[in-house]
T-cell receptor
Framework: AQTVTQSQPEMSVQEAETVTLSCTYD???????LFWYKQPPSRQMILVIR??????QNATENRFSVNFQKAAKSFSLKISDSQLGDTAMYFC?????????????FGGGTRLMVKP | NAGVTQTPKFQVLKTGQSMTLQCAQD?????MSWYRQDPGMGLRLIHY???????DQGEVPNGYNVSRSTTEDFPLRLLSAAPSQTSVYFC?????????????FGEGSWLTVV
């Protein structure tokens, strides 16, 4: 079994600044995927970024990037040039590579507030 | 293309009542699953299915029942509702081999048990 921990229940950032959300996980798997999901007040689950554990290069999607440290089992999300629309809950999630069902294990979430 | 459709979006139940949350997808996905999200928490897996006729339990299956008679539909049944089942329920679907790259979530069903 694996666990995902997000140690920051709430964070805030000024518009246009950079913020980093933390995530650690525990697993005995060697190959897996890590995800960051955004959940705005509408409760819709939106995939922000995905990292494959066997790739050393950190994933990047526009203003969103990750710092993946496999040995430390750490997977942080950096949001650059924060925008008001980034205000949401952010969930870190884990999925083993050979996973019949594509089942995700989620962290408890970090509520991010972007202030004008 | 409707994606993943959940009904109802809101429901209030009395303790002991039973009900079914419906989930349908029109993408011919093999994989479907149900999660619950309690206040201030992440999503937790209730049940999942890897194809028609095949289901299995997730992390928190007690009090719920599922079946998968067709590829498109994956209903979640609450057998005897309890206040502890007050939550937001999400259905998700994806295709085999997607490696999580395209997991589609429904918009959620808000359930209150009084």
């Amino acid at each position: 079994a694996q666990t995902v921990t997000q140690s920051q229940p709430e964070m805030s950032v000024q518009e246009a600044e950079t913020v980093t959300l933390s995530c650690t996980y525990d697993t005995s798997e060697n190959n897996y995927y890590l995800f960051w999901y955004k959940q705005p007040p509408s409760r819709q689950m939106i995939l922000v970024i995905r990292q494959e554990a066997y790739k050393q290069q950190n994933a990047t999607e526009n203003r969103f990037s990750v710092n993946f440290q496999k040995a430390a089992k750490s997977f942080s999300l950096k949001i650059s040039d924060s925008q008001l629309g980034d205000t949401a809950m952010y969930f870190c999630a884990f999925m083993p590579h050979n996973n019949a069902g594509n089942m995700l294990t989620f962290g408890g979430g970090t509520r991010l507030m972007v202030k004008p | 293309n409707a994606g993943v459709t959940q009904t109802p979006k809101f429901q209030v139940l009395k303790t002991g009542q039973s009900m079914t949350l419906q989930c349908a997808q029109d993408m011919n996905h093999e994989y479907m699953s149900w999660y619950r999200q309690d206040p201030g928490m992440g999503l937790r897996l209730i049940h999942y299915s890897v194809g028609a006729g095949i289901t299995d339990q997730g992390e928190v299956p007690n009090g719920y029942n599922v079946s998968r008679s067709t590829t498109e539909d994956f209903p979640l049944r609450l057998l005897s509702a309890a206040p502890s089942q007050t939550s937001v329920y999400f259905c998700a679907s994806s295709y085999q081999g997607s490696s999580g790259n395209t997991i589609y979530f429904g918009e959620g069903s808000w359930l209150t048990v009084v």
